[in-house]
């Protein structure tokens, strides 16, 4: 048994996504969401200052007292994952590898569609993910720079966003694939307009569930979960505006977010010179 | 060919979760939603009164030149689907039965739960069509009058609906259901506060993709589909204030609801009458 939280980040309030699938898989754990408001989007940045910046947060976060953090953002992810697991003692889950599994599973034709960040799109980890599980599949991935600043901006029903995904939708619609993964863990925040954008014919794989199995069967073989009896809670931290983390999560996710704290970009810093 | 629309109604805004479906598997029809927002909630109605409001706007879409009407609302297919099919001349969908069947397919243990309206929980239609697919399964039927006032109200993130929630939910989880049908179009709505409250070991079940496809269907074997290439429109009417069923619609499937126009509950009883 062990009290401590599991410590969740991403570049805003996409991560929430995932929070909400570990929320419905370990509702007697305690999290710490840490959303980087202040610096997102990470998608335009440079792999090597995603990096520094995902490893100033992890310090953070392990420095706080969580027992295992958890990589929330595909963009971190794809540039940081194994920096961080080589930086950390606590253990460190990141998203991606499933959601390559998930779609080499779901599809007929072999022709699969991302749609993600730039850094994710440049990592191409996608793409050897993918042809390590299958040589013959085609992948075909779309950066998307328009979308996480929507996104954060609220813009759920804004005929802008509609038109920007038609138009990163196109050339997967032209390729002809029948399964698209959604590379970024804002973009399941727009659900309904992605279903309604690629219609009933085209899988769309998000794998937040599959993530949030991982961190549960992680804690529970290293014997590190909470007593399961017990009710968790979650803590909300932020680099930009606690009210606008606290908005979109109440608008996309329905999860009302009662403490949503400022955390300032030195206090990161610190910790990772620590 | 057939270029009418497709007629969908509804108690209020909760229609709109299958008017989504239909978009995903129809984008090339045109549609025309109404919701009774002026006479919202039907579920604590009798259902001499639901099936009267149900002839009347069916006969109003009827007379506005549809070519299929769905009832895109638990209460009134419940109190009213044959009456709206014997009167009618065009043919009438409804929802219910598709999630009767889902749920006999998804439980493991026979033990079914059933959130819906009082309407719907009354008439007993859920546990006929169950026991009547599996005369052994165990049908637990939850009534939840303050679950569409608080959805139609906006209430998404407000901690009364997960307090609400987790108090219909609490009768489901002592009796052991490991699957539950979301008996009400409202409900999927607020589909992430039913899944943190259920968790990841109960199948919830809402089977408008399945109403959808059953649209699709009767399109398509009466050859009354439009044509599949072109972009369909929609529309919207209420009987209530526009702009609550427009920030519903944005604020719940990020629709963006751009013609929404009031007609008067005298119109409609006068289709009626007619």
């Given at each position: 048994m062990d009290a401590r939280p599991v410590g969740v980040f991403d570049s805003g309030a996409g991560g929430l996504t995932v929070l909400h699938e570990c929320l419905v898989t370990m509702p007697h754990e305690d999290f710490v969401y840490l959303g980087d408001g202040e610096r997102c989007p990470y998608g335009p940045r440079p792999a090597g200052e995603i990096r520094r910046f995902a490893l100033e947060i992890a310090s953070y976060l392990e420095t706080a007292g969580v027992k295992l953090i958890l990589a929330a953002c595909n963009s971190a992810t794809a540039a940081a994952l194994p920096a961080l697991q080589e930086r950390l003692s606590v253990p460190v889950v990141g998203v991606l590898a499933p959601e390559a599994r998930a779609a080499v599973q779901a599809t007929r034709n072999r022709r699969i569609g991302l749609l993600a960040t730039e850094a994710t799109v440049c990592s191409g980890r996608y793409t050897s993910a993918i042809r390590a599980l299958d040589a013959g599949a085609h992948v075909h991935e779309v950066a998307c720079p328009g979308l996480v600043p929507l996104i954060e901006a609220g813009a759920?029903?804004?005929?802008r966003l509609a038109d920007a995904v038609r138009g990163y939708a196109a050339p997967l619609k032209a390729a002809g694939v029948d399964t698209v993964i959604l590379g970024c863990t804002h973009y399941p925040l727009i659900r309904p307009v992605l279903e309604r954008v690629f219609g009933r014919d085209v899988t769309l794989v998000f794998s937040a569930g599959e993530t949030a199995r991982e961190v549960a069967e992680t804690l529970a073989r290293k014997g590190?979960?909470?007593?399961?009896?017990r009710e968790g809670s979650c803590r909300f931290l932020t680099t930009g505006e606690p009210e606008e983390l606290r908005a979109l999560g109440e608008r996309f996710l329905q999860l009302p977010l009662e403490r949503v704290a400022r955390v300032a970009l030195t206090e990161l810093a610190r910790a990772a010179a620590a």
């Amino acid at each position: 048994m062990d009290a401590r939280p599991v410590g969740v980040f991403d570049s805003g309030a996409g991560g929430l996504t995932v929070l909400h699938e570990c929320l419905v898989t370990m509702p007697h754990e305690d999290f710490v969401y840490l959303g980087d408001g202040e610096r997102c989007p990470y998608g335009p940045r440079p792999a090597g200052e995603i990096r520094r910046f995902a490893l100033e947060i992890a310090s953070y976060l392990e420095t706080a007292g969580v027992k295992l953090i958890l990589a929330a953002c595909n963009s971190a992810t794809a540039a940081a994952l194994p920096a961080l697991q080589e930086r950390l003692s606590v253990p460190v889950v990141g998203v991606l590898a499933p959601e390559a599994r998930a779609a080499v599973q779901a599809t007929r034709n072999r022709r699969i569609g991302l749609l993600a960040t730039e850094a994710t799109v440049c990592s191409g980890r996608y793409t050897s993910a993918i042809r390590a599980l299958d040589a013959g599949a085609h992948v075909h991935e779309v950066a998307c720079p328009g979308l996480v600043p929507l996104i954060e901006a609220g813009a759920g029903a804004d005929p802008r966003l509609a038109d920007a995904v038609r138009g990163y939708a196109a050339p997967l619609k032209a390729a002809g694939v029948d399964t698209v993964i959604l590379g970024c863990t804002h973009y399941p925040l727009i659900r309904p307009v992605l279903e309604r954008v690629f219609g009933r014919d085209v899988t769309l794989v998000f794998s937040a569930g599959e993530t949030a199995r991982e961190v549960a069967e992680t804690l529970a073989r290293k014997g590190i979960e909470n007593d399961p009896d017990r009710e968790g809670s979650c803590r909300f931290l932020t680099t930009g505006e606690p009210e606008e983390l606290r908005a979109l999560g109440e608008r996309f996710l329905q999860l009302p977010l009662e403490r949503v704290a400022r955390v300032a970009l030195t206090e990161l810093a610190r910790a990772a010179a620590a």
